[in-house]
């Protein structure tokens, strides 16, 4: 070992120490946990097999989350494409509407979409005032409504690696494939599209993970009948006791994050996603 | 505070709310969260041997119990005794109990907390030779919890769109009065209140019979919401979102008084539950725990706690002290408990996690 090598290890041992001792031996005790509650061995873990409870906890989380991180990406693709094509002074203007959010409680955004999507709530007040309907809309309470509430917590997380991405497309290229006779669709599909799929799946990636783990704002916009994982969990751990239970579904929970990262990691290469390349 | 709330936890939050502070509000809105930071570190764990600490959810509950009870409790015995409103879950009594490392010697929890942590053995017993269970209404004085105030789930509605006084049975009668109908996200009380819906009398109830309770359920789930704090309940039935809801009483006073009598709620077919003091499992003080619950049955604090929170007294010695006006609110009056089924904690002792995760698997499904 280099002497500069053993600085740098000495320089980062503290922050190593410090995930170390708040990050991986809580998360190794919840592993334990999970295999020891309430007796030795995996018999929480058969219940991913015969729990219709569980099961159907989880398919209705994959199947927000499948839905809110698609919805996500189309419509953070076409804000990142105009971003990346808008004039410097746009850009910093469209930027700062694509951060606002981002600083705003999760709490106080569901609550402002209560509001806005209620029974008599903006929405459906405006649309019975122009006579579109004669009733008021499910708008939420349901999962239509968690949908909605996801994908505005999720916009700046996917537009930002997007943005990114398209960013550091040579513009020459595209100029190339115009000058060689491709129309505007070609040239996208051909051209830009692809270069820009790192950064589609980084962000599809980014914005799935954390809409694995969400909590709030399915238990506001939901009405209480769409209980996701993370809900789930805190159920078992804070109300019934179920500790066994809880930490195995905590532990699949990163098991299965794991996987996807390793499965798109043979694919792209992450580093590259998330800017250390 | 997404997070299923206890009666006490959402007491709290009124209280908090009442004062009308931002900062008041803000923190009624952590409650949930907020707490979990500070469990830990919760007073009393280094202090004098005979201090109790009892541990509440915050909010202005801590000043009305330091006023109902602290105050009393250190005027008769010369002992200490301290408030943390850090909230005592299920789940942090568990991890104190368990690490050894208990902090708490009263915690106001209910049949959700005595159910699911006595079994379990986190909680010491009551010891009803220090503890007199004639202060206590008959049927509330149980193993592992001694009921500390009485409240209720009533059923409450909107006479703009319902003009009638409804049963509960028209609460599953979605022809004579369309609308979404607001039940909470949890068995107890609504099991209760489905059967008596559907013809189960009020002292017949106990064993419950869950499956017809939760096909009764099941009929109407497309038009139901469900509820998780007291908060929640209550600007649902404000804002419109339902004609009638099952919530707890003190949110229906909160309501009338809101909306003018607009919303308003009955006693008439409610379920009184009653409100626990537990003692978490080698808790600090030993037996002094015991000994200021003793000191807390004496009817004057329970009464102060009415007219402060809404809590219907423990203590049957109480009623002549409530004051006429705070009847009509007041669960545990006479004419009010005449009215209302009772919950029966044995049956909950047994049942309660296995039904809750019906229920809660019925309505998600």
Same mark, same amino acid.
């Given at each position: 070992?280099?002497?500069?090598?053993?600085?740098?290890?000495?320089?980062?041992?503290?922050?190593?120490?410090?995930?170390?001792?708040?990050?991986?031996?809580?998360?190794?005790?919840?592993?334990?946990?999970?295999?020891? $509650?309430?007796?030795?061995?995996?018999?929480?873990?058969?219940?991913?097999?015969?729990?219709?409870?569980?099961?159907?906890?989880?398919?209705?989380?994959?199947?927000?989350?499948?839905?809110?991180?698609?919805?996500?990406?189309?419509?953070?693709?076409?804000?990142?494409?105009?971003?990346?094509?808008?004039?410097?002074?746009?850009?910093?203007?469209?930027?700062?509407?694509?951060?606002?959010?981002?600083?705003?409680?999760?709490?106080?955004?569901?609550?402002?979409?209560?509001?806005?999507?209620?029974?008599?709530?903006?929405?459906?007040?405006?649309? $019975?005032?122009?006579?579109?309907?004669?009733?008021?809309?499910?708008?939420?309470?349901? $999962?239509?409504?968690?949908?909605?509430?996801?994908?505005?917590?999720?916009?700046?997380?996917?537009?930002?690696?997007?943005?990114?991405?398209?960013?550091?497309?040579?513009?020459?290229?595209?100029?190339?494939?115009?000058?060689? @006779?491709?129309?505007?669709?070609?040239?996208?599909?051909?051209?830009?599209?692809?270069?820009?799929?790192?950064?589609?799946? @980084?962000?599809?990636?980014?914005?799935?993970?954390?809409?694995?783990?969400?909590?709030?704002?399915?238990?506001?916009?939901?009405? @209480?009948?769409?209980?996701?994982?993370?809900?789930?969990?805190?159920?078992?751990?804070? $109300?019934?006791?179920?500790?066994?239970?809880?930490?195995?579904?905590?532990?699949?929970?990163?098991?299965?994050?794991?996987?996807?990262?390793?499965?798109?990691?043979?694919?792209?290469?992450?580093?590259?996603?998330?800017?250390?390349? | 505070? #997404?997070?299923?709330?206890?009666?006490?936890?959402?007491?709290?939050?009124?209280?908090?709310?009442?004062?009308? =502070?931002?900062?008041?509000?803000?923190?009624?809105?952590?409650?949930?969260?907020?707490?979990?930071?500070?469990?830990?570190?919760?007073?009393?764990?280094?202090?004098?041997?005979?201090?109790? &600490?009892?541990?509440?959810?915050?909010?202005?509950?801590?000043?009305?119990?330091?006023?109902?009870?602290?105050?009393?409790?250190?005027?008769?015995?010369?002992?200490?005794?301290?408030?943390?409103?850090?909230?005592?879950?299920?789940?942090?009594?568990?991890?104190?109990?368990?690490?050894?490392?208990? =902090?708490?010697?009263?915690?106001?929890?209910?049949?959700?907390?005595?159910?699911?942590?006595?079994?379990?053995?986190?909680?010491?017993?009551?010891?009803?030779?220090?503890?007199?269970?004639?202060?206590?209404?008959?049927?509330?004085?149980?193993?592992?919890?001694?009921?500390?105030?009485?409240?209720?789930?009533?059923?409450?509605?909107? =006479?703009?769109?319902?003009?009638?006084?409804?049963?509960?049975?028209?609460?599953?009668?979605?022809?004579?009065?369309?609308?979404?109908?607001?039940?909470?996200?949890?068995?107890?009380?609504?099991?209760?209140?489905?059967?008596?819906?559907?013809?189960?009398?009020?002292?017949?109830?106990?064993?419950?019979?869950?499956?017809?309770?939760?096909?009764?359920?099941?009929?109407?789930?497309?038009?139901?919401?469900?509820?998780? #704090?007291?908060?929640?309940?209550?600007?649902?039935?404000?804002?419109?979102?339902? &004609?009638?809801?099952?919530?707890?009483?003190?949110?229906?006073?909160?309501?009338?008084?809101? #909306?003018?009598?607009?919303?308003?709620?009955?006693?008439?077919?409610?379920?009184?539950?009653?409100?626990?003091?537990?003692?978490?499992?080698?808790?600090?003080?030993?037996?002094?725990?015991?000994?200021?619950?003793?000191?807390?049955?004496?009817?004057?604090?329970?009464?102060?706690?009415?007219?402060?929170?809404?809590?219907?007294?423990?203590?049957?010695?109480?009623?002549?002290?409530?004051?006429?006006?705070?009847?009509?609110?007041?669960?545990?009056?006479?004419?009010? &408990?005449?009215?209302?089924?009772?919950?029966?904690?044995?049956?909950?002792?047994?049942?309660?996690?296995?039904?809750?995760?019906?229920?809660?698997?019925?309505?998600?499904?």
């Amino acid at each position: 070992m280099t002497a500069d090598r053993r600085t740098s290890w000495i320089m980062i041992a503290p922050a190593l120490v410090l995930v170390a001792v708040l990050f991986f031996a809580p998360l190794a005790r919840v592993l334990v946990i999970s295999v020891t $509650e309430p007796s030795f061995g995996l018999g929480n873990y058969a219940m991913l097999f015969t729990s219709a409870s569980i099961q159907r906890t989880l398919l209705t989380t994959l199947r927000i989350c499948v839905f809110t991180t698609a919805i996500t990406l189309v419509l953070a693709y076409l804000v990142a494409y105009v971003l990346t094509h808008a004039r410097p002074a746009a850009q910093r203007l469209m930027l700062l509407g694509v951060l606002l959010p981002l600083w705003m409680s999760v709490l106080v955004r569901a609550f402002a979409w209560v509001t806005l999507l209620r029974r008599e709530g903006l929405f459906n007040k405006a649309l $019975e005032a122009l006579g579109l309907i004669d009733h008021p809309l499910s708008l939420m309470w349901n $999962e239509t409504g968690v949908t909605i509430g996801m994908v505005h917590y999720m916009l700046p997380l996917g537009i930002l690696p997007l943005w990114a991405a398209m960013r550091d497309i040579d513009g020459r290229v595209l100029a190339a494939a115009r000058g060689l @006779g491709a129309g505007p669709v070609r040239t996208f599909l051909r051209v830009f599209l692809p270069l820009s799929l790192p950064g589609v799946i @980084g962000s599809g990636l980014l914005v799935f993970i954390f809409s694995l783990g969400f909590f709030i704002t399915p238990a506001i916009l939901g009405g @209480g009948k769409t209980i996701m994982v993370a809900e789930y969990i805190d159920t078992q751990i804070q $109300e019934s006791l179920r500790w066994g239970v809880g930490t195995m579904i905590a532990s699949t929970l990163i098991a299965a994050i794991f996987l996807l990262m390793f499965v798109l990691g043979r694919i792209v290469d992450l580093r590259t996603l998330f800017g250390a390349k | 505070m #997404t997070r299923l709330q206890t009666f006490a936890e959402d007491r709290a939050e009124i209280m908090g709310l009442r004062r009308r =502070t931002v900062l008041k509000g803000g923190a009624a809105l952590g409650v949930g969260t907020l707490a979990v930071g500070a469990a830990g570190f919760g007073g009393g764990a280094q202090a004098a041997p005979k201090e109790v &600490v009892v541990a509440n959810w915050g909010g202005d509950a801590v000043k009305a119990m330091t006023e109902a009870f602290v105050v009393p409790y250190e005027k008769a015995t010369g002992g200490k005794m301290v408030i943390d409103g850090s909230g005592p879950s299920n789940g942090k009594i568990k991890t104190m109990v368990l690490a050894k490392n208990v =902090t708490w010697d009263l915690v106001d929890s209910g049949l959700a907390g005595t159910g699911e942590l006595g079994p379990a053995g986190l909680l010491e017993e009551i010891d009803y030779s220090i503890v007199d269970k004639s202060k206590v209404t008959p049927g509330f004085a149980y193993k592992y919890g001694v009921c500390n105030y009485m409240f209720s789930t009533v059923q409450a509605w909107d =006479t703009s769109r319902i003009k009638e006084k409804p049963t509960l049975a028209d609460f599953f009668d979605l022809k004579k009065y369309p609308g979404k109908r607001l039940m909470r996200k949890d068995s107890q009380a609504m099991l209760e209140l489905a059967l008596m819906a559907d013809g189960v009398p009020a002292d017949k109830l106990y064993p419950l019979d869950v499956p017809r309770a939760l096909k009764k359920i099941a009929g109407i789930k497309k038009d139901l919401l469900f509820w998780g #704090t007291g908060a929640e309940s209550q600007s649902m039935l404000r804002e419109g979102e339902v &004609v009638m809801g099952w919530l707890w009483h003190t949110r229906g006073v909160l309501l009338q008084k809101d #909306t003018n009598k607009k919303i308003t709620f009955t006693f008439d077919g409610g379920l009184l539950q009653p409100g626990l003091w537990a003692v978490p499992k080698g808790n600090p003080a030993g037996k002094q725990a015991m000994v200021a619950i003793a000191a807390m049955q004496a009817p004057e604090g329970q009464v102060k706690l009415l007219a402060a929170m809404g809590n219907g007294p423990a203590n049957p010695a109480a009623a002549p002290l409530v004051p006429p006006e705070l009847n009509a609110i007041n669960p545990g009056a006479p004419e009010n &408990v005449k009215v209302q089924a009772k919950i029966d904690a044995d049956w909950y002792q047994a049942n309660y996690a296995k039904v809750r995760q019906q229920f809660l698997d019925m309505i998600a499904s």
